[in-house]
C-alpha cells in the first residue's frame, strides 16, 4: 500500500472567514500529526481574494470556478444563493477530486456544503461534516429534522415554543436562527434538506471540546451507539493564530495601548466581521460602559442605520463618529476606541484584558475561552442569540444583560469584573475551560484523541480509485 503520507484528504469551506480559518486548522493537525496530505477548496464566488492568504503553507489550496447565479431574482436570501452555488458547483468539484493526484481517503465539506456528501459516496470514500459551530447548532438540525421526518417536501411543521438540549439548555424559538424559527421562513426548506443530507455522513467534525459541552457530547454518542446519527467528533477549538495582518499600525495601537494598561483591567468590546449596531444600541453602550467606571477597548463599526429613525449623515464613513457626543473626550483615561478591527486574538490574550463585550460568532466564543476571558453575550443576527444562550446555560462563561439599556450593561460589566458570587463562579468557569481548552490538544486530550479516532478510519480506507 502507499505511505499515509501520500493520503489525501480534501476539505471544503463555504465563502466567509468565519468557516475557512478553523477548517484550515484542522487540515494543518492532520497533515501535522496524521501525515495526510491535505488540500483546502473554497469558492470563486461569494469569497474574498485575500481569504486564502492565511491558510497554512502545509495545506494545499484550490479554488472552484465560478458559476453561473445571476439567474436567481433580487432579494434572494443569502442563505439560498449559498446552498445553489454549493450545488452548482459539484461538477467542477468532482473534476477537482478526480484530479488531485493522491488516493483520496476523506471529503470533508462544512456545514453548508453538505451537498457535496454524495461525491464521497460516489468515489468510495468517507464523507465527514465539519461544523465550524457549536453541538447545539446539530442538536438544532436533528430536532428540525425529526419533526419534518416522513413529511412530503415542501410541507413543513413549525417548531415548539421551547426546545431542550442535552446538558439543562432550553431555547426559546426566538433564540434561534431565523431560518428555523419558522416554516414560513424562506431558507427553512433548505435547511430540513441539508439536515437530510446530514444523515448520509460517516461522521461530524465539531469546533467545540469534550469539556465544553460534555452533555451533548454524551448525548450524540448514545445516538450514535443506536445507529440514529454518525458519529461526532469534538476536535476544536480551532483558534485563529494571530496573523501578519494582525501587526498594522492600528493594531499596534492596541496593543501598545492595552501594554500601558494595569492587569486585569480592561473590558474588550467587539461584535465580529460583520456585526453592527444601531446608533442607539451605540449611545446605551457608551453609556454603560462609562456608568460601570472600568477601562475599555471598544472595536466601533459603522452603525447600522436602517432603524428607520433619520441620522443625516452626522459621522460620515468614520464609526467614531457615532459615537455619543463628548464620550471620547470624558473617557480619553479609561477607554480607547478604535474604527473596525483590532487584532482580536491577541487583545484576548493580552493580560491586560479581563471580559469580552461579544457578539457571540462561533470563533469570538472560542477564541475568548481558550484566553481565560469570561464574556458578556450581546448577541445580533443568525446563530449568535444561540451561542449566547449555551454560553451562559450549559458552558458558563458568559453573562447576558437583561436589557440593553445603560443600567443593566454597566452592571453586568461590573459583576463580571468585580462580583463576589455570579461574576466570580463565571470568571472561575472561564479560567477552568481555559485550561481544558490547553489540554484538550496535549497528547492524551480529548480533541487530540477524538481526531486521531478519525485518522485512524481514515487510514483503513481501501485506497480509492480516482484517476
Ligand atoms: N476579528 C478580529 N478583529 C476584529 C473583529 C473580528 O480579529 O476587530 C476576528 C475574530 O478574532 C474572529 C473573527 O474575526 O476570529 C470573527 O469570527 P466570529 O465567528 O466570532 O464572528 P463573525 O465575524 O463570523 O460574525
Given at each position: 500500500?502507499a505511505?499515509?503520507?501520500?493520503?489525501?484528504v480534501?476539505?471544503?469551506?463555504?465563502?466567509?472567514?468565519?468557516?475557512?480559518?478553523?477548517?484550515?486548522?484542522?487540515?494543518?493537525r492532520?497533515?501535522?500529526?496524521?501525515?495526510f496530505?491535505a488540500?483546502?477548496v473554497t469558492?470563486?464566488?461569494?469569497s474574498?481574494?485575500e481569504?486564502?492568504?492565511?491558510?497554512p503553507?502545509?495545506?494545499?489550496?484550490a479554488?472552484?470556478?465560478?458559476?453561473?447565479?445571476?439567474?436567481?431574482?433580487a432579494?434572494?436570501?443569502?442563505e439560498?444563493?449559498?446552498?445553489?452555488?454549493?450545488h452548482?458547483s459539484v461538477?467542477?468539484?468532482?473534476?477537482?477530486?478526480?484530479?488531485?493526484?493522491a488516493?483520496?481517503?476523506a471529503?470533508?465539506?462544512?456545514?453548508f456544503c453538505?451537498?457535496?456528501?454524495?461525491l464521497a459516496?460516489?468515489?468510495g470514500?468517507?464523507?465527514?461534516v465539519?461544523?465550524?459551530?457549536?453541538l447545539?447548532?446539530?442538536a438544532l438540525?436533528?430536532v428540525?429534522?425529526?419533526?419534518?421526518?416522513?413529511?412530503?417536501q415542501g410541507?413543513?411543521?413549525d417548531?415548539?415554543e421551547?426546545?431542550e438540549?442535552p446538558?439543562?439548555?432550553?431555547?426559546?424559538?426566538?433564540?434561534l436562527?431565523?431560518?428555523?424559527?419558522?416554516s414560513?421562513?424562506?431558507?427553512?426548506?433548505h435547511?430540513v434538506?441539508?439536515?437530510?443530507?446530514?444523515l448520509?455522513a460517516?461522521?461530524?467534525?465539531?469546533?467545540?471540546f469534550?469539556?465544553?459541552?460534555?452533555?451533548?457530547v454524551?448525548?450524540?454518542k448514545?445516538?450514535?451507539?443506536?445507529?440514529?446519527?454518525a458519529p461526532?467528533?469534538p476536535?476544536?477549538p480551532?483558534?485563529?493564530?494571530?496573523t501578519?495582518?494582525d501587526?498594522?499600525?492600528g493594531?499596534t495601537?492596541?496593543?501598545e495601548?492595552l501594554?500601558?494598561?494595569?492587569?486585569?483591567s480592561v473590558?474588550f468590546?467587539?461584535?465580529?466581521?460583520g456585526?453592527?449596531?444601531t446608533?442607539?444600541?451605540?449611545?446605551?453602550?457608551a453609556?454603560g460602559?462609562?456608568?460601570?467606571?472600568?477601562?475599555?477597548?471598544?472595536?466601533?463599526?459603522?452603525?447600522?442605520l436602517?432603524?428607520?429613525n433619520?441620522h443625516?449623515d452626522?459621522g460620515?464613513?468614520?464609526p467614531?463618529a457615532?459615537?455619543p457626543?463628548?464620550f471620547?473626550?470624558?473617557?480619553?483615561d479609561?477607554?480607547l476606541?478604535?474604527a473596525a478591527?483590532?487584532p482580536?486574538?491577541r487583545?484576548?490574550s493580552?493580560?491586560?484584558?479581563?471580559?469580552?463585550v461579544?457578539?457571540?460568532?462561533?470563533?469570538?466564543?472560542?477564541?475568548?475561552?481558550?484566553?481565560?476571558v469570561?464574556m458578556?453575550a450581546?448577541p445580533l443576527y443568525a446563530?449568535?442569540r444561540?451561542?449566547a444562550v449555551?454560553?451562559?446555560?450549559?458552558?458558563?462563561?458568559a453573562?447576558?444583560?437583561r436589557a440593553?439599556e445603560?443600567?443593566?450593561?454597566?452592571?453586568?460589566v461590573?459583576?463580571?469584573?468585580?462580583?463576589?458570587d455570579k461574576?466570580?463562579?463565571?470568571?472561575?468557569?472561564?479560567?477552568?475551560?481555559?485550561?481544558a481548552?490547553?489540554?484538550?490538544?496535549s497528547p492524551e486530550?480529548s480533541?487530540?484523541?477524538?481526531?486521531?479516532?478519525?485518522?485512524?478510519?481514515w487510514?483503513?480506507v481501501?485506497l480509492?480509485e480516482?484517476?
Amino acid at each position: 500500500g502507499a505511505a499515509s503520507s501520500e493520503r489525501h484528504v480534501v476539505l471544503l469551506a463555504s465563502p466567509g472567514a468565519g468557516h475557512l480559518i478553523p477548517l484550515a486548522e484542522l487540515a494543518r493537525r492532520l497533515v501535522d500529526h496524521h501525515g495526510f496530505a491535505a488540500t483546502l477548496v473554497t469558492f470563486t464566488d461569494l469569497s474574498s481574494p485575500e481569504a486564502l492568504s492565511g491558510v497554512p503553507a502545509c495545506v494545499a489550496t484550490a479554488t472552484l470556478p465560478s458559476v453561473k447565479l445571476d439567474d436567481l431574482p433580487a432579494g434572494t436570501p443569502m442563505e439560498t444563493v449559498l446552498f445553489q452555488l454549493v450545488h452548482r458547483s459539484v461538477p467542477s468539484l468532482r473534476a477537482l477530486l478526480r484530479s488531485v493526484g493522491a488516493p483520496l481517503v476523506a471529503l470533508v465539506p462544512d456545514f453548508f456544503c453538505s451537498a457535496a456528501l454524495p461525491l464521497a459516496a460516489e468515489l468510495g470514500v468517507p464523507g465527514y461534516v465539519f461544523v465550524p459551530s457549536n453541538l447545539a447548532t446539530i442538536a438544532l438540525m436533528r430536532v428540525t429534522l425529526d419533526l419534518h421526518e416522513g413529511v412530503p417536501q415542501g410541507e413543513y411543521r413549525d417548531l415548539p415554543e421551547t426546545i431542550e438540549l442535552p446538558g439543562g439548555v432550553s431555547l426559546r424559538r426566538t433564540d434561534l436562527p431565523r431560518s428555523f424559527q419558522s416554516s414560513r421562513e424562506p431558507v427553512y426548506g433548505h435547511l430540513v434538506e441539508e439536515g437530510r443530507r446530514y444523515l448520509r455522513a460517516d461522521g461530524f467534525l465539531v469546533n467545540t471540546f469534550y469539556e465544553m459541552e460534555p452533555a451533548i457530547v454524551e448525548e450524540f454518542k448514545q445516538a450514535a451507539e443506536r445507529g440514529a446519527l454518525a458519529p461526532v467528533f469534538p476536535v476544536g477549538p480551532f483558534v485563529r493564530p494571530s496573523t501578519s495582518s494582525d501587526d498594522a499600525t492600528g493594531s499596534t495601537a492596541c496593543i501598545e495601548w492595552l501594554d500601558g494598561q494595569p492587569t486585569g483591567s480592561v473590558v474588550f468590546v467587539s461584535f465580529g466581521s460583520g456585526g453592527s449596531l444601531t446608533v442607539e444600541q451605540t449611545a446605551e453602550l457608551a453609556a454603560g460602559l462609562e456608568a460601570s467606571g472600568h477601562r475599555f477597548l471598544w472595536v466601533v463599526r459603522m452603525p447600522n442605520l436602517d432603524d428607520g429613525n433619520d441620522h443625516g449623515d452626522r459621522g460620515g464613513k468614520n464609526p467614531l463618529a457615532w459615537l455619543p457626543e463628548g464620550f471620547l473626550e470624558r473617557t480619553k483615561d479609561k477607554g480607547l476606541a478604535v474604527a473596525a478591527w483590532a487584532p482580536q486574538v491577541r487583545v484576548l490574550s493580552h493580560p491586560a484584558t479581563a471580559v469580552f463585550v461579544s457578539h457571540c460568532g462561533w470563533n469570538s466564543a472560542l477564541e475568548s475561552v481558550s484566553a481565560g476571558v469570561p464574556m458578556v453575550a450581546w448577541p445580533l443576527y443568525a446563530e449568535q442569540r444561540m451561542n449566547a444562550v449555551v454560553l451562559e446555560g450549559s458552558v458558563g462563561v458568559a453573562l447576558r444583560p437583561r436589557a440593553r439599556e445603560r443600567g443593566e450593561i454597566a452592571a453586568v460589566v461590573k459583576e463580571l469584573m468585580e462580583g463576589a458570587d455570579k461574576g466570580r463562579a463565571v470568571r472561575r468557569q472561564a479560567g477552568d475551560l481555559q485550561q481544558a481548552a490547553a489540554r484538550a490538544w496535549s497528547p492524551e486530550g480529548s480533541s487530540r484523541r477524538a481526531l486521531e479516532q478519525v485518522a485512524a478510519a481514515w487510514k483503513k480506507v481501501t485506497l480509492a480509485e480516482v484517476e
